[in-house]
């Protein structure tokens, strides 16, 4: 299980997020939802320690991890049992869609990640775009790309930021079936996302924030029936933008 | 006189000059690529102590024409110091310099501007840090770093010419010589242009070539 308890992060003077408690199962998909500046990313960089909360504490299979620390976050606390894909994906630019995936396998010695990375690449239907650059295949296609080196490191909780932006129809429903899958092989799975109807969709958990504060969380009934008048307006607009 | 002839005449001369030429050259090339590199990742490192001197000092050298600077070190400050060094010293030792800070300065800004998240994403891919170091962040700042690198070495091998002007005998000065002497100045400086851009040239295609090349999408920053 991954948990952030009282997570409170600041950048300066400004706090982001205001004492946040989050739980994410394993074998389940938790969606974030907010609006532009609620704090969403931030407070998935912090559970996955690539900004360690200010204070409060990140929590993996029993694990804990306190902040504030005096010393860095070892790299084997979470790294790639946890893992991320990131909104702008930052695959590495000198590296072909495959290398970018076998990489990290072979730099933690694993044997034959060509294997494993090929059958993943098989499964998403771009064997054909597998060996080009991220820069010579659109958007869309390297977003699959970056998903591809996140499933080849097998990851017990993944953590996924936008990744359907820039994806159209088909590709959402193969990512969503993907995801529904991992889900049944125990993955734990946490997504940011701006698509209601995905998140409806997908979610088991819906989680919404609001200035840096969970505001509200539940199951995808919440989206129908909003508690809180913050997220019925919330809602509200995102129909209206429709 | 036609070309052969002068080739044939003062052609050892040309080649000594060509010689000193070569070695200045050299010796600017060596010192500013390992003192440059070593001084630009240090300024990285330590921004507000080495960076940032190192800065003062870049912005000093800019604002100098190169000529006044040598001049600056061969006379003035010679004369300040009670010392007499050598002229090939001399020049290597300034050209040194400006070529240090100029690829300090280079290095330094493509470590500050690496993105740095591409090394969240190696982290999160459990990447170890050497692997990290050398199959990421090196290969990329290198091909961020090289052509503006080559471009700047073929900018410092041009400026040995200034060496002329305080008697080293590079090439520059040998043909001025033979031109006191013959007076072909058409030939001469003909020459005198092929060699540089025999030179120039294909380092500067060279560094055209490796930015297309190399240069990838960065716009994933």
Redesign the interface.
Known sequence: MLKGLKIRKSFGEVEILHGIDIQIEPGTITTIIGPSGSGKSTLLRSL?L?DPPTSGSVVIDGEEMIFPRDTPVP??FA??R???V?Q???????LTLRQNAV??L???GISSPEDRVNQIIHDFGIAGLADR???EVSLGQ?QLGAIV??LA?QPRYLLLDEITSALDVEYVAMILERLKTLREEGVALLLISHLIDFARRSADQIVFLDGGTLVEQGTPAILDNPESSRLERFLGLVLEAR | MNFLQITQQYGEAMLGGLYVTLKLSVIIWVSGIVVGGALGTLGAAFRTSVGDASRVVSVILAGMPALVFLFWMHYPLQAYLEVVIDPFVTAALTLSIINIFLVADLVRGAIVDF?R??L??????????S??LF??QL??LL?QIIPGLLLIQITVFQMTIFASMISVDEIFRVAQRVNSIIYRPVEIYTLLAIFFIAVCVPLNLFAHWLRIR?T??????
């Open positions: 996955a690539l790299a084997n790294w790639p946890l893992t991320v990131f702008q994906l930052f695959l590495w630019p000198h990489l990290p072979r730099s933690r650059f991220p820069n390297r080196r996140a490191l | 993105p998240q591409y969240d994403a190696a982290r999160v891919s459990g990447m170890t840090m692997d990290t199959q990421i290969p990329l091909r190399f990838r999408d960065y716009s994933e920053r």
